[in-house]
C-alpha cells in the first residue's frame, strides 16, 4: 500500500541555504563516525555508513529516495555490531559543531535484511524495508507548529543533538540495512533526507516482519498536494491537525 507525502504549499518558498545529515552513530555504547559529505570519497575509509550529499532529495520516485544521492560504500566499509533490543543513537551535528538545520517534519528509521553482506548491495532499490521507528506530529498541535515535531528538538541542537531507537528485541540475527530518515515539511517541494548504514543483529530472537510491514524505495512515497498552516506565521491556510507519516505501521517484533 502506498502512502502519500504531503507537499506543503506555503506562504514562503524556496530552498534553505543549510543542509545536514546523520554524521555519526553510537551503536551498543560504541561510536562510529559517519560519511563526510565536505570530502571526497576517495579521503574517506573503514565506514558503516554509506555516501551522501549535502543537497536534499526532492522527488520520491527517484532511485536516490533509498540511501541518498550515491549511497554508495566506501573502501573497507563493514557492519556495526548491535544486539536485538539494543540502542542506535544517530546525531546529526556537523562537523562545525552546528545542529541539524531544519524543525519541520516527521523523523523515521527503517531496516531490511539484505542477506550474506549488504555493502555487496549494490542495487538498494531492491531491498524490502520495515520501520522500526518514528516521530510524527505531536498531540494537540498543528502541522505548521515548530514546537510539534522532535526535528524542532534537534533544531541547531537546541533541545538535543540526537535520537535514539531501539532495535527489535525478537528480531531474527542477521545482517540488516538501517535507513535513517528526515522529511522537511517546510518547503515546496518538500525535502527528504535518507542515510543508510550496515549492521550485523545478534540474539535470541526468531522473528521477521510480514509482508504486510514490508515496502520499497522508491515506490512507498507518493506527493500529494495539500495546505497547512504557514511557517513564519504569515497567512494561515489550514492548521491541520491530523498528520499521518508515510509508509507502513511500526513493526515492533512482538
Known amino acids: 500500500m502506498k502512502f502519500t507525502v504531503a507537499t506543503a504549499v506555503t506562504a514562503l518558498s524556496g530552498t534553505t541555504l543549510a543542509h545536514g ?25 573503514d565506514l558503516i ?14 532511485g536516490t529516495i ?3 544521492d550515491k549511497g554508495t560504500t566506501v573502501p573497507g566499509a563493514y557492519h556495526a555490531s548491535v544486539t536485538a533490543g539494543g540502542t542506535i543513537r544517530s546525531n546529526w551535528t556537523s562537523v562545525d559543531g552546528y545542529g541539524w ?25 531492491s531491498l524490502k524495508w ?20 522532535f526535528q524542532y528538538d534537534l533544531w541547531e541542537s537546541q533541545i538535543t543533538d540526537h535520537w535514539d531507537i531501539v532495535v527489535p528485541k525478537d528480531l531474527k540475527p542477521g545482517r540488516y540495512m538501517i535507513r535513517h530518515e528526515i522529511i522537511m515539511l517546510e518547503l515546496d517541494p518538500i525535502q527528504f533526507y535518507p542515510h543508510c548504514a ?8 526468531e522473528l521477521v516482519p510480514s509482508e504486510e510491514f514490508l515496502v520499497q524505495f522508491p515506490g512507498e512515497y507518493v506527493l ?16 491541520c491537525q491530523n498528520y499521518t507519516v508515510p509508509g507502513p505501521k511500526v513493526w515492533t517484533g512482538a
Open 21 to 45: 545529515g546523520v554524521t555519526t552513530y553510537i551503536i551498543d555504547g560504541k561510536k562510529y563516525p559517519g560519511y563526510d559529505s565536505t570530502q571526497t570519497d576517495t579521503e574517506q575509509r
Open 49 to 62: 555508513q554509506r555516501t551522501w550529499c549535502m543537497t536534499p532529495l526532492s522527488d520520491p520516485s527517484s
Open 66 to 68: 533509498t540511501c541518498n
Open 101 to 125: 538545520p531544519h524543525s519541520t517534519g516527521p523523523i523515521v528509521a527503517y531496516m531490511a535484511a539484505c542477506g550474506d553482506d549488504c555493502n555487496n548491495i549494490t542495487n538498494t532499490a
Open 130 to 149: 520495515f520501520k522500526i521507528a518514528e516521530e510524527g506530529l505531536r498531540d494537540n498541535y498543528a502541522v505548521g507548529d515548530y514546537e510539534g515535531w
Open 198 to 205: 550496515a549492521l550485523e543483529v545478534s540474539g535470541e530472537g
Open 224 to 239: 500529494l498536494f495539500f495546505c497547512f498552516h504557514s511557517m513564519m506565521g504569515l497567512a494561515m491556510l489550514i492548521a
